[in-house]
């Protein structure tokens, strides 16, 4: 399952609402949070689009994408 433009532009809106002003870490990080929605879609087509990046987001803890930010900050 592949994302839509619009639904691609709703991850960039919601990842930049979380704080990620650095375009090279909302690249990283929207990759990362992308493929992980297409899987959820992939193997359960009942699942929405905003199902599954609120799925994804709830996978990284109570902490959200800060854990993935700091990792990826260190790495670039």
């Known amino acids: 399952m592949k994302l ?3 639904q691609l532009e709703h991850l960039r809106a919601f990842i ?3 704080g990620f002003t650095a375009v090279d870490l909302q690249m990283e ?3 990362h949070v992308a493929c992980s929605i297409e899987e959820k879609m992939g ?3 009942a699942v929405t ?3 599954a990046l609120q799925q994804t987001h709830v ?3 109570m902490f959200g994408f800060s854990t993935l930010k700091e990792a990826m ?3 670039l």
């Open 4 to 6: 839509s433009k619009q």
């Open 49 to 51: 689009f905003e199902e």
């Open 43 to 45: 193997e359960d087509p």
């Open 16 to 18: 930049r609402q979380q």
């Open 73 to 75: 900050t260190n790495s």
């Open 29 to 31: 990080i929207i990759d």
């Open 59 to 61: 996978e990284f803890g």
